[in-house]
């Protein structure tokens, strides 16, 4: 079938790394279903990749794209096809800038009316917050937890997970308007980093103590500071590098990248009983596509209880992708962007 997608085609500026294709899409495969997608999210690998740092990114040209909502229109010979029709939220590994989106059966959970924003911010980002908070490091009612980027994707729902349990809220942000939103969901604590060391703001809340959990997206030089940060049994959970976003050196950058975050000597870990733990979620949807399924039917069933309200940042016509993901670069943006392909919609 004839479908179009918005392909990477090269590394730079959004409004010059993208073109809106038309190309064939393939029958699926036996265990496989095509989604044709109302909406896609977008997530800030998508910016590391049109800024060529994302390894596991395929070879130019590729559709990106993680999430769609969207309805099952073709089902492989092994999928039950009374799937056919229903509207579903799904994963996929790549591809989800697509009007037709092929992925596994099972990386599609089926949903009913509501918003296809508040779903897309239920997949990729809520997901991975679920993965961290419950089934990795579940968090404690005793626990002091520290959020990096806390008024985006993530750290919003991240918060939410957290006073869910009990747990005492720090929650980072880089603006005014931003400590509003996380103010709003509950965090205790709000530190800015923009306009003084965070670590330093931290410190001046927490007195002789010392924090449980850090959630850290951004790595770099902010490791050794919250490492700093951490008491006997502290966790800290390194899930992205999007300090490295900014580099503007090359090699260059990526070599200052590892020299900020210093050499790690486990025995030194073991010594203090701090941990460290990384998590790459397109690593878990290769091998461990189960817990994926089971985190988002989880996530879900928060939602429709009323225990998670996703926070939606911005809803773009696909004609206006460009301005989308200007945004989410620009570090502005608070919540869930998403792209409709129906202009009527956004």
């Not at 005014?176 to 306009?195: F, I, P, Q, W």
């Not at 990248?257 to 878990?284: E, H």
Request: proline share 3%; with cysteine; net charge neutral.
């Amino acid at each position: 079938m004839k479908t179009e997608a918005y392909f990477l085609t090269g590394l730079g500026k959004s409004s010059e790394s993208f073109e809106l294709r038309t190309y064939e899409l393939e029958a699926p495969g036996s265990d496989e279903v095509i989604v044709e997608a109302e909406a896609f999210g977008l997530n800030y690998a998508d910016v590391v990749m049109r800024k060529g740092l994302y390894r596991e990114a395929p070879d130019i040209p590729y559709v990106p794209g993680y999430e769609v909502v969207g309805k099952v229109v073709s089902c492989g010979s092994n999928v039950d096809d009374s799937l056919i029709g229903q509207r579903v939220a799904a994963f996929c590994r790549f591809g989800g800038y697509s009007r037709h989106v092929t992925t596994f059966s099972y990386a599609v959970v089926p949903v009913e009316n509501e918003p296809a924003e508040e779903l897309l911010a239920l997949c990729t980002q809520a997901v991975t917050a679920y993965y961290m908070a419950e089934y990795l490091t579940p968090i404690h009612p005793i626990d002091t937890v520290l959020i990096h980027a806390a008024a985006g994707g993530v750290g919003t729902i991240l918060i939410q997970l957290a006073k869910n349990k009990g747990a005492t809220v720090i929650a980072k942000v880089g603006g005014k308007e931003k400590e509003e939103v996380v103010k709003s969901l509950g965090a205790d604590h709000v530190v800015n980093y923009r306009t003084e060391d965070y670590a330093e703001q931290v410190r001046s809340i927490i007195g002789q103590d010392r924090i449980d959990v850090s959630f850290n997206p951004a790595a770099g030089s902010t490791y050794k500071k919250d490492m700093s940060l951490l008491g006997s049994g502290g966790r800290l959970v390194l899930f992205g590098a999007s300090e490295l976003g900014d580099a503007k050196w090359g090699i260059f950058s990526k070599l200052n990248f590892i020299r900020k975050m210093g050499l790690l000597i486990p025995v030194a870990l073991m010594m203090r009983s701090k941990n460290i733990l990384g998590v790459n979620m397109l690593k878990i949807a290769d091998n461990r596509p189960e817990v994926m399924k089971q985190c988002l039917r989880d996530v879900i069933q928060l939602y429709n209880n009323g225990k998670l309200k996703p926070q939606i940042g911005g809803r773009y016509s696909h004609q206006d992708m460009y301005k989308a993901h200007d945004l989410l670069e620009s570090g502005k943006s608070t919540g869930k962007i998403t792209v409709f392909w129906d202009n009527a919609e956004a």
